[in-house]
């Protein structure tokens, strides 16, 4: 028997976002806002929307349906995940504050806060936060924001969400989380107490590779006013058209992920079975050191996944060379599946050194699993690592 319900739920309005808005025509799709500029009526009104930069209808209504999915009091919408957390860090930071950073999230973010620590803009300490112990010494100081993201990438390390933010709130900290990995349908950081989310929606929300673009979405309404206004300050804010096809890929988001998950526990039984794969990282298996936090922060284990081969590089390269529908190509979250290969790919720009300390092997493959049909994922994959076990 179906619930009834008064309301339509937040993934019915994802579906449906900004649908049968149109008073002018009726259209069905909402109309996109292009125009950089409105009307004022007269010197004395102000009009809804002025300029673009600072407000725009079309990114309005993406920004209302973000906020909604994750649970949160509004949210911005920037032009990449980078411009997200870089509006995050300006607003809630003050004077060379410190920041708490996971040792191994996305390197772009590494990038960002080692560059401005460089500056003296603030100072960072990067942890591994899915260690309890190491979450609890790095935050025995004060700190203003604590970073988190889960899991990680390429080795799928889960951070107690819960816990280090109990910690960070007791150092004084904001957390915010990057959810880009989960998507709001696998996670909702601000139930578990983060206070701000950030995500790259370049990935599962867009989720068709085609649209570079960024959110932030915060518990507070204080909090989103404040990082709303530094990210129109800071020119971070996304464009009407960028906008306007992210709502669309947005609309099948919860198809999407389902087809992504069943094709992924499809590929992660082939993967652990087959004797060229020496390891697979994947929360959703029981072997998974941290299994069962997975299981109960998220509410699926998601499509991302790496893997070891046994034979080394040559292994790799034999693995790779014959795929027929997965891509060699770094980004993850869109519908085609994705192989990565960190050591020469995402990772590159660490020393090999760096690399090995964080557990990153040349024969580690990361794994975007899309929601091809099941079947011709499978054959491909098998094939391939069929080449791999093949002898040099
Ligand atoms: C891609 C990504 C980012 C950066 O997002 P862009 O849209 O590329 O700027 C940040 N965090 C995570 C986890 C990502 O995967």
Same mark, same amino acid.
């Given at each position: 028997?179906?619930?009834?319900?008064?309301?339509?739920?937040?993934?019915?309005?994802?579906?449906?976002? /900004?649908?049968?808005?149109?008073?002018?025509?009726?259209?069905?799709? &909402?109309?996109?806002?292009?125009?950089?500029?409105? %009307?004022?009526?007269?010197?004395?009104?102000? &009009? /809804?929307?002025? +300029?673009?930069?600072? !407000?725009?209808?079309? %990114?309005?209504?993406?920004?209302?349906?973000?906020?909604? @999915?994750?649970?949160?009091?509004?949210?911005?919408?920037?032009?990449?995940?980078?411009?997200?957390?870089?509006?995050?860090?300006?607003?809630?930071?003050?004077?060379?504050?410190?920041?708490?950073?996971?040792? *191994?999230?996305?390197?772009?973010?590494?990038?960002?806060?080692?560059?401005?620590?460089?500056?003296?803009?603030?100072?960072? *300490?990067?942890?591994?936060?899915?260690?309890? *112990?190491?979450?609890?010494?790095?935050?025995?100081?004060?700190?203003?924001?604590?970073?988190?993201?889960?899991?990680?990438?390429?080795?799928?390390?889960?951070?107690?969400? !819960?816990?280090?933010?109990?910690? !960070?709130?007791?150092?004084?900290?904001?957390?915010?989380?990057?959810?880009?990995?989960?998507?709001?349908?696998?996670?909702? &950081?601000?139930? @578990?107490?983060?206070?701000?989310?950030?995500?790259?929606?370049?990935?599962?929300?867009?989720?068709?590779?085609?649209?570079?673009?960024?959110?932030?979405?915060?518990?507070?309404?204080?909090?989103?006013?404040?990082?709303?206004?530094?990210?129109?300050?800071?020119?971070?804010?996304?464009?009407?058209?960028?906008?306007?096809?992210?709502?669309?890929?947005?609309?099948?988001?919860?198809?999407?992920?389902?087809?992504?998950?069943?094709?992924?526990?499809?590929?992660?039984?082939?993967?652990?079975?087959? &004797? !060229?794969?020496?390891?697979?990282? +994947?929360?959703?298996?029981?072997?998974?050191?941290?299994?069962?936090?997975?299981? %109960?922060?998220?509410?699926?284990?998601?499509?991302?996944?790496?893997?070891?081969?046994?034979?080394?590089?040559?292994?790799?390269?034999?693995?790779?060379?014959?795929?027929?529908?997965?891509?060699?190509? =770094?980004?993850?979250? /869109?519908?085609?599946? @994705?192989?990565?290969?960190?050591?020469?790919?995402?990772?590159?720009?660490?020393?090999?050194?760096?690399?090995?300390?964080?557990?990153?092997?040349? *024969?580690?493959?990361?794994?975007?699993?899309?929601? =091809?049909?099941?079947?011709?994922?499978?054959?491909?994959?098998?094939?391939?690592?069929? %080449?791999?076990?093949?002898?040099?």
């Amino acid at each position: 028997m179906h619930e009834h319900r008064d309301e339509p739920s937040a993934l019915t309005n994802a579906v449906r976002a /900004g649908l049968d808005s149109d008073t002018q025509y009726g259209s069905v799709v &909402p109309p996109l806002y292009p125009s950089t500029n409105y %009307r004022f009526a007269s010197i004395d009104e102000r &009009p /809804g929307f002025d +300029y673009s930069r600072s !407000a725009n209808p079309t %990114r309005t209504m993406l920004s209302r349906t973000l906020a909604q @999915l994750e649970h949160g009091a509004g949210a911005v919408v920037t032009g990449s995940g980078l411009g997200a957390i870089t509006a995050t860090v300006e607003a809630l930071l003050g004077p060379r504050g410190r920041i708490v950073a996971p040792l *191994d999230c996305y390197g772009g973010t590494w990038r960002l806060l080692d560059h401005l620590a460089s500056k003296e803009r603030l100072v960072v *300490d990067f942890v591994d936060l899915s260690d309890p *112990d190491q979450a609890r010494r790095a935050l025995e100081k004060p700190a203003e924001i604590v970073f988190i993201e889960t899991p990680s990438n390429p080795l799928m390390h889960i951070t107690d969400i !819960a816990a280090v933010s109990e910690l !960070a709130h007791q150092a004084g900290a904001i957390v915010v989380a990057d959810n880009t990995f989960c998507s709001p349908l696998l996670q909702n &950081p601000l139930d @578990l107490g983060a206070d701000v989310v950030v995500h790259s929606t370049t990935k599962f929300i867009n989720g068709h590779s085609d649209v570079v673009g960024g959110a932030v979405i915060a518990s507070s309404a204080e909090h989103v006013e404040l990082i709303g206004h530094w990210a129109n300050a800071l020119g971070l804010t996304a464009g009407a058209w960028d906008s306007w096809l992210t709502l669309r890929g947005l609309r099948t988001i919860d198809a999407r992920i389902r087809v992504h998950q069943a094709n992924t526990a499809a590929v992660v039984d082939l993967l652990v079975k087959h &004797p !060229a794969v020496r390891a697979v990282h +994947y929360p959703g298996l029981t072997e998974h050191p941290q299994h069962e936090l997975a299981a %109960r922060q998220q509410s699926g284990f998601g499509s991302l996944l790496s893997f070891e081969l046994t034979g080394g590089i040559d292994a790799v390269r034999r693995f790779i060379d014959g795929l027929r529908c997965i891509d060699l190509a =770094e980004s993850l979250g /869109g519908t085609e599946s @994705l192989l990565a290969h960190p050591a020469t790919m995402t990772h590159a720009g660490m020393t090999p050194q760096a690399r090995a300390a964080a557990g990153l092997s040349d *024969d580690l493959l990361r794994l975007s699993v899309g929601i =091809e049909p099941v079947d011709d994922l499978l054959a491909d994959l098998t094939a391939a690592l069929d %080449r791999a076990a093949r002898a040099a």
